[in-house]
């Protein structure tokens, strides 16, 4: 009897520690860190001298940015400098402060005077731009990138470019209209087994119209990073597109 209730017993832990681990598990497929992606210093724009008017205004704004990013987002622009911090939809509140820090700190090792007056990070979580002239609502075609994952589409390619088409097609009307432009959405769709996660978002110094058109820019642009592959996310500094067969947003809404 007592054998066999503490064979019982022991069954029973492993159980629950099986269960834990699968939660644990699949915490960690979320995959909601904040990985750096890729930084741009713009030296065209011309450098700045440290004690600058130019340097002051960035110190100011960036004070005023720290406060305001708890709301997601905050934008600067006037004829002389444009400064926009954009933090993924689901990042506001501290998350987008704790990205704005990292952004800003790192712009400042990456891009120190000397490298120009323009620069701009991306991270997973947020994107941090700055300009030496007015660009606020102008759609940027020149600072855009493509990243893919490793791993092909094998089979039945065809039907996978459909379905991340229509994704991103759906992804991008849910983004522009609806009673507040958020210029954000997420969403999924099947494709054969598997769950295709996708979201589009546009900073929120465009019109509806120009993220339509950045969207599409950058979708017809980077096909061939796209269609390839099991995952991939087109960055920039108006829009951005991304999709993966995990869920990677940490309340992936379900829109579509
Ligand atoms: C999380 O993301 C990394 C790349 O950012 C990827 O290699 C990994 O497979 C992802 N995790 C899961 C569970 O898919
Ligand atoms: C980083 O961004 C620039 C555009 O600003 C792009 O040309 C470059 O390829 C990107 N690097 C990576 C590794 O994606
Ligand atoms: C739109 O914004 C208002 C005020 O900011 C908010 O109360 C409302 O819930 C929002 N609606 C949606 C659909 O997000």
């Not at 644990?24 to 930084?39: F, M, Q």
């Not at 269609?227 to 951005?240: H, K, L």
């Not at 991304?242 to 579509?256: G, L, S, T, W």
Request: proline share 1%.
């Amino acid at each position: 009897m007592y054998a066999s209730s503490s064979v019982s017993k022991r069954l029973i832990l492993i159980y629950v520690l099986a269960i834990q681990l699968l939660l644990i598990n699949s915490e960690l497929s979320l995959n909601t860190t904040n990985d750096y992606l890729n930084h741009t210093c713009l030296v065209s724009q011309g450098k700045y001298k440290t004690g600058s008017e130019y340097e002051k205004l960035i110190k100011h704004i960036m004070k005023r940015f720290y406060i305001n990013s708890i709301r997601g987002y905050d934008l600067f622009g006037d004829s002389t400098f444009t400064a926009v911090l954009q933090c993924r939809g689901d990042s506001y509140g501290t998350k987008c402060q704790d990205c704005f820090v990292t952004a800003l700190a790192a712009l400042r090792r990456r891009c120190p005077w000397y490298k120009g007056k323009g620069r701009i990070i991306w991270y997973d979580q947020c994107l941090l731009s700055m300009d030496s002239k007015y660009s606020v609502g102008q759609i940027d075609y020149d600072h855009n990138f493509c990243m893919s994952n490793a791993k092909k589409v094998v089979e039945d390619r065809s039907e996978y470019i459909k379905v991340w088409n229509i994704l991103v097609d759906d992804l991008t009307e849910l983004a522009i209209t609806g009673d507040n432009s958020t210029l954000y959405s997420v969403g999924e769709k099947r494709y054969k087994g598997d769950m295709v996660y996708g979201m589009v978002q546009c900073a929120k110094d465009l019109s509806r119209k120009a993220c339509q058109e950045c969207l599409w820019y950058n979708s017809f642009h980077f096909q061939d990073c796209v269609n390839y592959f099991r995952g991939a996310r087109v960055v920039g500094r108006s829009c951005t597109f991304r999709f993966e067969f995990y869920p990677f947003i940490a309340k992936q809404v379900h829109n579509i």
